[in-house]
């Protein structure tokens, strides 16, 4: 062979070495999913998964004692305003759309006398705790599903904590307050 034949072979090595590598380069491009450098999600100095860091949010939040402890029964007074077109809260109050409120807390649940309770309430057979005050003002419906009382709730959980100390205190015989 000359040196002519074997620049020739040498040309269309190179030339099929230069294909290959540009062949692959493009492949690679088309193909290859690179994970992203950083997760979106992550906040500077905070390496735990969102899902703990909201379960840690969460049970920071202070409970109903605390909110009790902290609350005020003069606001209370003035969230009850709300209840007044169905409620009395005095003792000896007449009823309205709604039974008397007086002495509720502690109270069996639709056991009040002189009012028709909806089965819902009458059959419930539970005491008013704070707990389930709390839960049936912030939604009625969910709390005790088939109740009649037409009120859509308190969302506000200041407003509830500050409400049921005044219903604490409208009675003979004022329930202790939850401990921790
Ligand atoms: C639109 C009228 C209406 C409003 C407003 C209303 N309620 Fe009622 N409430 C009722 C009715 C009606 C019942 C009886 C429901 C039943 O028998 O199912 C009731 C029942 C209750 C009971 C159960 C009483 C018991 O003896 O077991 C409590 C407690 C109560 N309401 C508290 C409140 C509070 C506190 C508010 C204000 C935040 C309020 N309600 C607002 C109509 C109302």
Redesign the pocket.
Known sequence: MDSFEWNKIVAVSLAGILLFVLLNITAESLFEIHDPEQKAYIVEGFTAPVEDVVEEIISDLPSLAILLASSNPDQGER??K??Q???TINQGGAA????N?YN?MG??????EG????T???EYDTP?TFEL?DV??ES?SAA?P??????AG?KNVADRAA?LLY?RGQSDNPQPLPSE
Request: aromatic share 14%; net charge positive; glycine share 10%.
């Open positions: 969230v009850f709300r209840c077109a169905c409620h309205r759309v709604g039974p409120l509720v109270s069996v649940v639709g056991s009040k009012y028709n309770f909806s819902a309430l009458a008013w005050m049936w003002l009625p005790i088939g109740n009649r009382m037409g009120f308190l409400l219903m």
